[in-house]
């Protein structure tokens, strides 16, 4: 005998509803199984071997919670909807739940796109006339004791009255005003029709009291669950007596779902919301003016990340031993960088996603630049930024997360553990997506945006302190950090955003037109109401476009990852400001830089004055201790004098050339070396002048020369000591001479840029999608065709066939001879069992070569490895 289950595997009869969700994948071409694997990854990973298994998979609980947390609003609402209603549901009744008495039209209007979706990622299946909804997705949104339907709804009379007395069910009915019957059953669909019934439903209410009516407003809407005592008031006595509230515990009583739905006017939900909410204009800027506002920031970026990077050139902070950075060293690099500390963090977090930053692996690690950063120092401006921003689009890493708390209460550090979100690339995307989509130049308002986000993917808890869920908490940093980075400019999506994401440019307008566009777009969003009516929009990939918004056209490969960074660096590097050969020197011992530097000019800079003021001009301070550091470095007076007067602008000012005069002529009279260690000095007297100082007492200096003093300080004190004391002492070499003292770099070993940590598996591509579904169909077929001889009426068995081999090798020579079709049992070396449809094209020595209908190419397969094999029926070959 059969089991329904190996009937249910066998193909439909034509014009027949499916009888099972395998059936009615059965049913799909090659174009909606694509969708439908593209839209449910998950179910690819690894390749199902047939159909059955397919339909399987796509019912696991773990597999339909992720296809539920993916539905936008209303899909979500329609698929809650199927859940409440009759099992299998019709399509006028489950329009009516949702549009309710009144026929609400944007509600009957985005209905069927919504249960398209629902039918594409196989959560629901069957005819218009049977449609049900997935089981495990049934049992978690359908009402319970336990979980209540996010519908508010309560059970079935049916169901709140299974395992009541016979006797008790009668007398409701005879409440009603219904003639008895003679069995439980038949009452129950007495009043299941009473409730259903508006007109006789409104007269029966008609005659409750007014607090039985305020009892029942106060459940109508969820939850129906309600508290009443041994000996219940009159006006809830009423409710009791007639079924209007059934008892479902002791003390309990619920409004069955007949009942509240009259009440609601037919609506399953309080509130429907079939079309996206608009993402709303703020302000409407020119676009030239958003596009340089953007460039700016995009070299204020640059600027900041080697700066963070030059602090850290010796090597930077000790890593936690728990992993990341101390609270004390984001703040010292908030200082150096003059940001707060929520910002350092994202620049530390920036750098180390771009793989420019990362642990030195040493014993006492420490952070420190990778070699990737001298190379991304080479690179043109245009190429840094897209780098910058690319790593930022896709990092899952979450700087806004700093400092708060994990699932078990410990601290959240910089570049330390627990900080990937795996919804942040997403989110990213999706919220500058919504950018694009507004008129050229206009910022949206933020309230907006994560409207149209939780229509989108409606949020299910996770909230932080201050009530936001991540979804919502990752689109503002989104914006703050695209603003910081340049995508956005005042609060718009500049046109060098526009390239990274990958979607095409805004067309041109001019400024009559933008403004018309930001009072079309204030007036309720135009777009939204056309692509709410049913506007068609291109879809690319699994970004499927939401209503009242585009399509969203992300890079996902890395060739066009790749080639939108290229495009963007192409757009932003006219826009950002050329590096300079000059600076401006001023009396007051400053050198005014009016933009960026080029690098070799900079670098000498740094070293021969200290940074006093940042902004759209530099500041540049020279003093005594700037100078010697130049001198400390190599370089002469002279040497000094040539490169300023070739780099600036406007004459050496006299004070400067003073200053720098009188630090070389004191800089390196005084040699310290190591003895411990020694000063030495030609002349004596500066020697006596040293001895006499109070301040040199700690030095413990005594004279061995009358131009040597030595010292029990180490070299690196004595020379900080002397510093300190107004002297310009330099340090020598066991040679004598002057050691030029430069900042070593320090680089980690090569470091690859962190992986972002994926939500889920990989969106398959073209390639893959054809092979499994090629797999998938060849495998349903092994398993569903009829055969021959005596399992001729047991398809899909899920056993492999088994023949001897004598019988295989004749079976396998005779589909030569005739070009048949065969069916195969198959055992790969390691074990690994299979079904294959093959058509045998050669056998000899012991393997036979024929054409794999499931890999759809031609094989060769040892026959001791083949377990038996079976001739397919001839409407099968």
Same mark, same amino acid.
């Given at each position: ?408 209460? !410990? ?5 330390? #553990?627990?900080?990937? $979100? =795996? *919804? @942040?690339? +997403?989110?990213?995307?999706?919220? /500058? &997506? ?17 409207? !149209? ?5 409606? #949020?299910?808890?996770? $909230? =932080? *302190? @201050?009530? +936001?869920?991540?979804?919502?908490? /990752? &689109? ?31 067309? @041109? ?7 018309? &566009? ?40 890395? &060739? ?318």
């Amino acid at each position: 005998m059969r089991t329904e289950e190996q009937r249910a595997q066998d193909p439909a009869p034509a014009g027949t509803s499916p009888r099972s969700l395998a059936e009615a994948l059965r049913t799909r071409d090659d174009t909606s199984l694509s969708a439908l694997l593209r839209t449910r990854p998950d179910l690819i990973t690894p390749v199902p071997t047939d159909l059955t298994q397919l339909a399987t998979r796509a019912a696991t609980r773990a597999s339909v919670v992720r296809a539920l947390e993916r539905l936008d609003r209303f899909a979500l609402q329609t698929a809650e909807a199927l859940a409440v209603a009759s099992d299998p549901a019709t399509y006028d009744e489950l329009s009516g739940l949702l549009a309710g008495d009144d026929r609400d039209p944007a509600v009957t209007a985005a209905f069927p796109h919504a249960l398209a979706t629902l039918h594409e990622q196989a959560l629901v299946w069957g005819a218009d006339d049977r449609l049900r909804l997935v089981r495990t997705a049934r049992e978690l949104l359908a009402p319970g004791p336990q979980h209540p339907s996010p519908t508010g709804l309560g059970p079935t009379v049916a169901e709140a009255t299974a395992g009541m007395s016979p006797g008790r069910v009668q007398e409701m009915v005879a409440a009603c005003g219904l003639p008895t019957t003679h069995d439980s059953v038949s009452a129950v669909a007495s009043l299941t029709a009473l409730f259903t019934d508006r007109e006789r439903m409104s007269a029966l209410l008609g005659t409750a009291p007014a607090e039985s009516s305020e009892v029942l407003s106060r459940l109508v809407w969820g939850p129906p669950y309600g508290q009443v005592t041994p000996d219940p008031a009159r006006h809830l006595r009423w409710l009791i007596d007639r079924a209007l509230l059934l008892p479902t515990a002791p003390g309990t009583v619920v409004l069955p779902r007949e009942a509240a739905l009259h009440l609601r006017a037919g609506r399953a939900h309080r509130e429907t919301d079939p079309v996206a909410p608009p993402v709303e204009p703020a302000r409407t800027h020119r676009p030239r003016m958003v596009d340089t506002t953007a460039a700016g920031q995009a070299y204020t970026a640059l600027a900041t990340v080697e700066e963070l990077l030059k602090d850290w050139h010796e090597g930077g902070p000790t890593v936690l031993r728990a992993g990341g950075l101390s609270v004390r060293d984001l703040k010292r690099t908030a200082v150096a960088l003059d940001v707060g500390e929520p910002v350092a963090a994202f620049w530390v977090e920036l750098a180390y996603a771009a793989g420019l930053l990362a642990s030195d692996g040493e014993a006492d690690e420490r952070y420190a630049a990778t070699p990737g950063y001298d190379d991304w120092l080479e690179l043109p401006a245009g190429e840094r930024w897209a780098r910058l921003a690319s790593a930022w689009l896709t990092a899952t890493r979450t700087p806004g997360l700093v400092g708060g708390r994990d699932a078990k209460d !410990r601290a959240l550090s910089a570049l330390g #553990p627990g900080l990937d $979100r =795996s *919804a @942040a690339p +997403e989110v990213r995307h999706r919220v /500058l &997506a919504l950018l694009g989509g507004l008129p050229e130049g206009s910022s949206a308002v933020p309230e907006s945006v994560i409207a !149209r986000l939780h229509w989108e993917r409606p #949020p299910r808890g996770g $909230r =932080s *302190a @201050a009530g +936001e869920d991540l979804r919502s908490r /990752l &689109a503002r940093w989104t914006l703050s950090e695209a603003e910081l980075l340049g995508v956005t400019g005042r609060g718009a999506l500049s046109a060098q955003g526009r390239a990274l994401l990958g979607l095409p440019p805004a067309p @041109a307008q001019d400024g009559a037109h933008g403004a018309e &566009a930001e009072s079309q777009a204030g007036a309720g969003g135009g777009r939204a109401a056309a692509a709410g009516a049913g506007a068609k929009l291109p879809v690319h990939r699994h970004h499927r476009p939401t209503d009242g918004g585009p399509a969203v056209l992300l890079p996902r490969s890395p &060739a066009e990852r790749a080639a939108a960074a290229v495009q963007a660096a192409r757009i932003v590097a006219p826009l950002l400001p050329e590096p300079l050969d000059h600076v401006l020197l001023q009396a007051d011992l400053t050198a005014v830089a009016p933009g960026p530097l080029e690098r070799p000019l900079a670098d000498t800079l740094g070293v021969l004055a200290d940074v006093e003021s940042k902004g759209g001009a530099t500041v540049y301070r020279f003093t005594p201790g700037s100078v010697r550091r130049a001198l400390d470095a190599g370089r002469s007076a002279s040497d000094l004098h040539t490169f300023l007067t070739a780099h600036s602008r406007t004459p050496v000012p006299q004070p400067l050339t003073y200053l720098i005069d009188d630090v070389a002529r004191r800089h390196g009279h005084l040699r310290i070396g190591a003895a411990s260690a020694y000063v030495r000095c030609d002349d004596d007297s500066l020697l006596n002048e040293i001895l006499a100082d109070k301040r040199a007492q700690g030095l413990r200096l005594r004279r061995l020369a009358p131009t040597v003093l030595a010292a029990q300080a180490d070299p690196a004190a004595l020379l900080e000591g002397l510093r300190s004391m107004g002297f310009a002492p330099a340090a020598e070499s066991a040679e004598g001479d002057v050691l030029i003292t430069r900042a070593h770099a320090h680089r980690t070993p090569p470091r690859s840029a962190p992986e972002p940590v994926p939500d889920g598996p990989p969106v398959p591509d073209t390639t893959l999608l054809s092979a499994a579904i090629r797999a998938i169909r060849a495998g349903d077929l092994a398993s569903t065709s009829p055969r021959k001889g005596a399992g001729a009426d047991l398809p899909g068995t899920g056993e492999l066939p088994r023949t001897g081999s004598a019988e295989t090798l004749a079976t396998m020579q005779a589909a030569v001879l005739t070009g048949g079709t065969v069916w195969i049992g198959y055992v790969n070396a390691e074990g690994a069992a299979s079904q294959r449809v093959i058509a045998p094209i050669r056998v000899e020595g012991g393997f036979v070569t024929a054409y794999d209908h499931t890999a759809d190419e031609v094989r060769t397969y040892p026959l001791h490895r083949v377990t038996g094999v079976a001739e397919l029926a001839d409407d099968q070959q």
